[in-house]
């Protein structure tokens, strides 16, 4: 099926084959590409539909996300265009992070503006605990564990999100990371508006966010990057409790959450939790590594501080499949980069080998929840005095057996894993010199900024697999499946790419020219040969 996009279509219902809608003659066919299939939200700037590419081997999913204002007056349509413009502009800088759905396209089309964002399949954390019940405690770690990272990266962009909530965490149904969508919270500026004007109502209310959610600060337009760490901690308190903000009581004298009474969880988490949700400013937790110290999460630290979250880069980031609006709010960077984070693991180190005589607890937690009690990392220190987090290949396979798929930054010693199952992890930054990877399943894998210069890839499963800005030069890389794998900016020098699968993969054909193909090498466009 088609579906036309034009507001005022009486029938916006087509065949999937129409070129143009039968009931008001509007193209159906957007940018000569993407073909809206059917709505999946409304709000107050704009509608959501699903759409796939036409073009493309397979047709992939994408979500289309289009600017229309509920007002006509002259202040809601500027404000509405230069907010859906900032969303764009902000969707560029903060680069592609496998946590953010990535931006496709941004155009405009018969007065209408459009942005086009990649589709991301899964679960909300919403649904999540509808279906499943309320989380641990050792849940609600995990989750801090992934949410807290991502956050100090889009911190560290400038971006304030503004909108956290459990309908706007996606559990990818791929490899079970959180991704984090829907981009669109209103800028500061929408408070200028004379009070007098028309829609200005509408416009505030996207202003400050999701009430309950929001903090204080933010309702009164003055949002800052603690303003998204209390969005986080009143998540966390749904996923404990299944509770809805407007479903708590408030203090009436202070006009914190009370939540305590409903929920089984230690007095660390519960002290934590608290100073997440704390009403002041000042009292709160300022940046996402705070909230990680103060969980004892050093590894996730160390991750962050490696390369755990890819950079900005020239390039498109994701998109959200949520029907609300568009913008972004950016101000003042947060004040502690990759450095005092590494500063911060280091403090914390320390402190431990002085309580503990030397002996340092490592903590990991798995997909499911679960404590892995025991690491099967080791630990050396490197000329600079930093961490580094070291595994063979028995160590890798006995971790991935218990639930475990975080690896970011990790050094890996003489891995050979032919033909073993290794989807869905996340290797961001970590070194594979020479690993034997032959034959083994690594769809959807996270290898971005990671070295694998000379790994033997060869008839391996890496399809959607994240290469940007890895090193694959030398690699072996023969009869690999790599369609719709991610490799921007990936050094592919040498790489033998004879007979390997590139249909849809995102790959230049500059990148290409450094790398060995034959005739029997699969282009990204679906066709065998050598142009």
């Known amino acids: 099926m088609s579906y036309c ?47 796939i590419e036409e073009h493309l081997p397979g047709k992939p999913p994408c979500v289309i996300k289009q600017l229309r204002p509920s007002g006509t007056t002259p202040y809601i349509l500027k404000m509405a265009r230069e907010l859906f413009a900032r969303e764009a502009e902000t969707l560029g800088k903060i680069g592609n992070h496998p946590q953010i759905p990535r931006l496709l396209d941004y155009f405009e089309d018969s ?18 605990v509808k ?48 991704v984090l969508i829907d981009f669109g919270a209103v800028k500061n500026q929408v408070s200028q508006i004379p009070a007098s004007q028309s829609g200005q109502t509408a416009l505030t209310a996207y202003a400050i966010g999701t009430p309950g959610f929001a903090p204080p600060e933010q309702m009164a337009m003055r949002p800052v990057y603690a303003s998204d760490i209390y969005a986080v901690g009143v998540t966390c308190i749904y996923l404990l409790t299944a509770k809805i903000p407007k479903d708590l009581e408030y203090n009436p004298s202070t006009g914190d959450m009370m939540w305590e009474h409903l929920v089984n969880i230690s007095d660390h988490l519960t002290t934590v939790l608290k100073k997440m949700l704390d009403v002041s ?72 080998d002085k309580t503990s005589g030397g002996k340092e607890w490592k903590p990991g937690i798995t997909h499911s929840g679960e404590s892995i009690s025991k690491s099967p990392s080791r630990e050396a ?7 580094v987090r070291k595994l063979d290949s028995q160590g890798l396979l006995a971790a991935y057996e218990k639930g475990r798929r975080d690896f970011a930054s990790y050094n890996f010693i003489r891995l050979s894993l032919p033909s073993v199952d290794l989807s869905g992890t996340n290797f961001h930054a970590a070194q594979f010199y020479k690993a034997n990877f032959q034959g083994s399943n690594l769809h959807n894998t996270d290898f971005g900024r990671a070295n694998l210069k000379e790994a033997n890839l060869k008839d391996a499963d890496l399809s959607k697999a994240y290469f940007s800005n890895a090193d694959l030069e030398g690699a072996d890389l023969r009869g690999a ?37 034959n005739w029997l090498t699969v282009r990204p466009n679906g066709k065998r040969g050598l142009f």
Request: hydrophobic share 35%; net charge positive.
């Open 5 to 51: 996009v034009n507001p005022t279509c009486p029938n916006p219902k087509n065949s999937g084959s129409s070129q143009s809608c039968q009931a008001c003659g509007s193209q159906l066919l957007l940018r000569d590409r993407f073909r809206p299939m059917k709505p999946i939200g409304q709000g107050g700037f704009g509608a959501t539909f699903l759409a």
């Open 111 to 128: 007065e209408q503006f459009y942005l086009v964002q990649e589709y991301v399949s899964g679960f909300t954390l919403q649904q999540e």
């Open 131 to 178: 279906k499943n019940g309320v989380y641990s405690e050792a849940g609600v770690r995990q989750f801090l564990s992934e949410i807290m990272p991502l956050l100090q990266y889009i911190h560290e962009q400038q971006v304030i999100h503004r909108d956290i909530k459990p309908a706007n965490l996606i559990r990818r149904s791929q490899d079970a990371r959180l």
């Open 281 to 352: 400013v000042r009292n709160r937790y300022h940046i996402a590594q705070d909230v990680l110290r103060a969980l004892d999460m050093e590894p996730y630290l160390d991750s962050l501080a490696q390369g755990l979250l890819s950079k900005p880069s020239v390039g498109q980031p994701e998109k959200t499949q949520s029907g609300r609006d568009f913008g972004i709010d950016s101000i003042h960077s947060p004040r502690n980069n990759n450095d005092g984070v590494s500063r911060i693991a280091a403090s914390i180190r320390a402190r431990r």
């Open 381 to 387: 220190n490197n000329s600079n005095g930093s961490s």
């Open 481 to 517: 499946d790599l369609s719709q794998a991610y490799l921007s900016q990936t050094n592919l020098r040498g790489a033998n790419l004879s007979g390997a699968n590139l249909t849809g993969a995102k790959v230049t054909d500059e990148q290409l020219a450094l790398a060995k193909v």
